[in-house]
């Protein structure tokens, strides 16, 4: 089977994860996914487990009596909770060249190449697209279809001699809790990678320094009949700490090594309001001065508008992974050879984001990112290229490839 017809598949299973659940995985929904991944990997007869946090891991036994590293290939299961992950209705377009793809013509949706300017390395190529009303779910399912289509060929092909391989599915990698409950130990891998990038032929070792801020507003509700000088309405609170925040660091004005806040969340009515921001930077002493902008803002809604008006917490979620791989270069090195061994010129970008890789990575498991064919992740304009999926299959092909000739 192709890795499309694999991510075809897996589009069909709803798997949002929710970053206001207290459970884990954060939703049921991503178990099912996981336990059809887990069945699927019997039937290709790997042996696999799935643990009572929701995590699959399969283990593929040496086919060589020549001492190799162990090698983990993980990818998550979740989708965002930016955009609807249910009902993906997918569809092809065959020989893309070069134009705007429109997606809905009632609601007005294209993907157009002027705005999405990566859209030109798919020309010629075959695209998977949504019908502009969910996401489609390449983040992270086009690296689950690659992972399990180097893994079906592996086991169709005995001659293809390998090292020890690990496979590793996760939950909730899309709210920063992915490796929440991961015990490296069961992976019993030397080092990884993440297949959660995005055009084929990008290797990723550098990412955000990641944080929460979660904010809570108290008001004063009066009769607005009656409320000069008494009413305190938390929404405007919520507005007013909003702009007390550097307004160049939104997303929407960042690119590159920038960072940003985003205002993820807004909830409320006049007595009360919650917020929620997360926080990026890959400096991480700007970083940490981004932290320090919220505790400043939240000190001075307390002492304009009294204490306990404004509820602070500030939670880190992972570190840029290339502060610890700066001794394992060695790693990336071989992803680079793999991916000029395929034809292909290496990307080298940041991630803007993070990925298990990097919590794995401080974790005591090296794990440098690797692009899938997918794009525009966590919205509708989301595509994969099926072309690039093939690639980055041959990618892990020739990574294995590579660490067993040394």
């Known amino acids: 089977m192709k890795a499309y017809e694999r991510l075809l598949q897996y589009v069909k299973f709803d798997t949002q994860s929710d970053p206001n659940s207290k459970k884990y995985p954060s939703t049921d929904r991503q178990l099912d996914l996981l336990k059809y991944l887990l069945q699927e990997l019997y039937a290709l007869g790997v042996e696999a487990k799935i643990d009572e946090f929701g995590y699959v891991i399969g283990k593929i036994k040496a086919n060589t009596e020549k001492k190799l590293p162990k090698v983990a290939l993980i990818a998550h299961v979740d989708t965002s909770h930016d955009a609807s992950g249910k009902n993906i209705k997918p569809r092809i377009i065959h020989d893309y060249q070069g134009e705007s793809i429109l997606l809905n013509a009632e609601k007005h949706i294209e993907i157009n190449p002027k705005i999405f300017s990566k859209m030109k390395r798919s020309i010629g190529h075959d695209l998977i697209v949504t019908d502009g009303t969910t996401l489609l779910g390449a983040d992270d399912k086009a690296g689950i279809a690659e992972i399990m289509t180097f893994v079906e060929y592996v086991k169709n092909n005995p001659q293809y001699i390998h090292g020890d391989l690990r496979i590793v599915f996760t939950p909730d990698e899309e709210i920063g809790k992915g490796t929440d409950h991961l015990d490296i130990k069961k992976i019993d891998a030397d080092f990884g990678y993440t297949l959660d990038g995005s055009s084929a032929g990008e290797i990723a070792y550098e990412n955000f320094n990641a944080a929460s801020a979660k904010l809570?507003?108290?008001?004063?509700?009066?009769?607005?009949?009656?409320?000069?000088?008494?009413?305190?309405?938390?929404?405007?609170?919520?507005?007013?700490?909003?702009?007390?925040l550097p307004q160049y660091m939104r997303p929407e004005a960042t690119d590159g090594y920038e960072g940003f806040?985003?205002?993820?969340?807004?909830?409320?009515a006049c007595e009360q309001t919650k917020t929620g921001y997360i926080i990026r930077n890959h400096n991480i002493t700007i970083y940490e001065k981004q932290k320090s902008d919220f505790l400043r803002a939240a000190q001075f809604m307390n002492d304009k508008y009294g204490k306990g008006t404004c509820e602070l917490t500030l939670t880190d979620a992972y570190f840029n992974m290339q502060n610890a791989l700066e001794d394992k270069m060695h790693i990336v090195d071989i992803a680079f050879e793999a991916i000029k061994n395929q034809g292909l010129t290496p990307i080298v970008e940041p991630i803007r984001g993070g990925t298990d890789g990097a919590r794995l990575t401080y974790m005591g498991l090296p794990c440098p990112n690797l692009g899938t064919g997918g794009y525009n992740f966590h919205g509708p304009y989301e595509y994969a290229d099926i072309q690039e999926m093939d690639m980055a299959v041959e990618i892990i092909k020739n990574i294995i490839t590579i660490i067993t000739n040394q």
């Not at 009066?222 to 007390?244: C, R, T, W």
């Not at 806040?261 to 409320?268: A, Y």
């Open 261 to 268: 806040n985003h205002l993820m969340q807004i909830e409320g």
């Open 216 to 244: 809570l507003f108290i008001g004063k509700s009066v009769h607005p009949g009656s409320a000069k000088n008494k009413m305190l309405n938390s929404i405007n609170l919520a507005y007013e700490f909003d702009q007390l």
